[in-house]
């Protein structure tokens, strides 16, 4: 197929290419040393044989280390620095790496076990912009890795309703297709410079955020963890595009008023993108009356990447997701499949879409991946939506309740449920999510303990739920219950909870 990166052929016959590539704090990389970094790597782990992990901090060799096994052929497995132990556990032996990528001087946790770790190595030239040294990379003159337009470019895990995270395995077509439809829709130029401080162990900052500037041959300036000073230093030295989930642009709704200096810089930016969980109508307001600018929202999912976005050149419209990206078929269906035809704002339909941005499958869950098509390959995306007369997607919802949005991150209240019933202090356990103004939803555990008379603490769950699976899934609140409501069934009925 063609390069993924256009730009990074690293062809030594070429000038070194000296434009900036890549800048995480006061390190960076020019195009010329992302090939020659990114390229020595792909040689080495090319004949990996297997996916290769990637200890997914937000630092230069997170994004090196993905460049390399793209450049390779390689699958690439990016993992949240933060798992816990039977997350970390879980993905290692369903991704079944065959070495794990680091940043010299990370402490890898022992589920690791003897699995083969290479340090990425970034070279002399870090932060210099030397560029000297270039050498021929996997899709430039010459390359000899083997790869096709279906083969897989990354797994991510990603949540479900119940049970451990399944790994959605992306082909190399789907990263991109669903960058190219955006470039379409946002105008996404090599002129542009983009910042963020979203994690890169998801398609949001990953794919979206460090794949998209070099697949157009632009930059990306990481912030290595989200601030409102550092989106108004960078928007304020050239960036032009701000990429984050609504928590982000509500925090940044809640500077403004007394932040003159980001109220400025935001005007200043070209766009302002908004994905992975709504943005309230509220903040959208609140930000375009303090900058003038309007936030534009697309919808995508770890399975499908990108299905729809605002358009920058279309009318922006607070509270829609925008419209279908080229190439990706949308449609809104009844609870039987019967394809809904009205464009009313009004008849309420699942959402499905089938196009080249589709994932290929749940790695090892032939089960599940064949729950997740319809047979003429429609994606069911369990996202439940209304359409404008003019094709605006309004999304209203989420088939399945036990699915949290939290920060932007997607949560099953499953997998909390079973990490908290492993808690001795634990007879009966039931989440679930309740709006939060900064969070979009914060995670609830309903607990009936095992001794009333001495209750676990709040802290004490929370902190077994984060060292189990992630500081993210951990509970916000804690609420203590002599019984779970049950219908005749057994069967936990959550929306009797009190409060729900
Ligand atoms: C707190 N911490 C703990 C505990 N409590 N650590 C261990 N045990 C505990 N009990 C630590 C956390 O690890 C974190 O550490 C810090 O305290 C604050 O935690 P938290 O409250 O979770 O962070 P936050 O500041 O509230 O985070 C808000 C956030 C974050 C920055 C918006 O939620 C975020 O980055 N969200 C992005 C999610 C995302 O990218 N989603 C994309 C997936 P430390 O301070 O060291 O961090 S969706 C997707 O990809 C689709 C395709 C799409 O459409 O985009
Ligand atoms: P994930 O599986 O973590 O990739 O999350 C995908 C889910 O995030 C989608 O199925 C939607 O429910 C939600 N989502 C992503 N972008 C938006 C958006 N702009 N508005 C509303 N929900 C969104």
Redesign the pocket.
């Known amino acids: 197929m063609s390069s993924l990166f256009p730009g990074l052929t690293g062809d030594p016959t070429d000038t070194p290419d000296e434009r900036p590539a890549l800048r995480f704090g006061d390190r960076s990389l020019t195009y010329a040393e992302l090939a020659a970094a990114a390229g020595a790597l792909a040689d080495r782990i090319s004949g990996a044989g297997g996916p290769v992990a990637v200890w997914a901090t937000p630092t230069l060799e997170t994004a090196v280390g993905v460049v390399a096994a793209l450049l390779a052929g390689v699958p690439a497995v990016p993992l949240n620095p933060?798992s816990g132990e039977s997350e970390l556990g879980h993905i290692l032996k369903d991704s079944s790496p065959t070495l794990v990528l680091t940043a010299h001087g990370d402490q890898l946790p022992s589920a690791f076990g003897a699995l083969e770790r290479i340090d990425v190595a970034i070279g002399t030239g870090t932060g210099t912009g030397t560029g000297t040294g270039v050498r021929v990379s996997a899709e430039g003159p010459g390359a000899t890795y083997d790869f096709t337009p279906e083969t897989p470019a990354l797994i991510?895990y990603?949540s479900g309703t119940t049970g451990p995270p399944k790994g959605a395995v992306i082909p190399r077509r789907a990263v991109a297709a669903t960058l190219d439809a955006l470039a379409d829709a946002w105008q996404w130029t090599g002129e542009d410079v983009l910042v963020h401080?979203?994690?890169l162990f998801?398609?949001?900052?990953?794919?979206?955020g460090i794949l998209g500037p070099l697949r157009r041959g632009g930059s990306v300036r990481h912030l290595g963890?989200?601030g409102t000073e550092g989106v108004t230093r960078e928007l304020n030295d050239g960036a032009t595009m701000l990429f984050?989930?609504p928590?982000?642009y509500h925090?940044i709704a809640e500077a403004l008023p007394g932040d003159p200096e980001l109220a400025e810089a935001l005007g200043r930016a070209r766009l302002l993108v908004s994905?992975?969980?709504a943005l309230p109508v509220h903040d959208h307001e609140r930000i375009t009356a303090a900058t003038g600018q309007r936030v534009v929202e697309?919808?995508?999912?770890?399975e499908?990447?990108?299905n729809t976005s605002v358009r920058a050149d279309g009318e922006p419209r607070a509270g829609t997701v925008g419209v279908p990206l080229p190439g990706v078929e949308l449609r809104l269906v009844e609870e039987d499949g019967a394809p809904i035809t009205a464009y009313d704002g009004e008849t309420v339909g699942e959402i499905q879409v089938r196009g080249p941005n589709l994932f290929t499958e749940y790695l090892n869950r032939p089960d599940a991946t064949a729950a997740a098509f319809t047979d003429d390959g429609w994606f069911r995306t369990g996202d439940m939506a209304v359409r404008d007369p003019d094709g605006y997607v309004r999304i209203v919802g989420r088939k399945a309740t036990d699915l949290i949005k939290?920060?932007?991150?997607?949560i099953g209240a499953g997998e909390i449920e079973n990490a908290l019933l492993e808690h001795a202090g634990v007879r009966e356990a039931a989440v679930t999510g309740e709006p939060d103004a900064?969070?979009g939803e914060r995670i609830v555990a309903w607990i009936v303990p095992a001794d009333a008379q001495s209750p676990p603490h709040a802290?004490e769950l929370?902190?077994h739920?984060?060292?189990r699976l992630?500081?993210?899934k951990?509970p916000?609140v804690v609420r203590y219950l002599d019984a779970l409501p049950r219908n005749d069934m057994g069967k936990i009925m959550k929306r009797a909870l009190p409060g729900e």
Do not use: C, E, Q
């Open positions: 933060k991510v990603t401080g979203l994690p998801h398609v949001h900052g990953l794919i979206l963890r989200f984050g989930v928590t982000m925090r994905g992975s969980a697309r919808y995508g999912m770890t499908t990447l990108m939290s920060g932007g991150y997607k900064d969070l802290d929370a902190n739920v984060a060292a992630a500081p993210h951990r916000r």
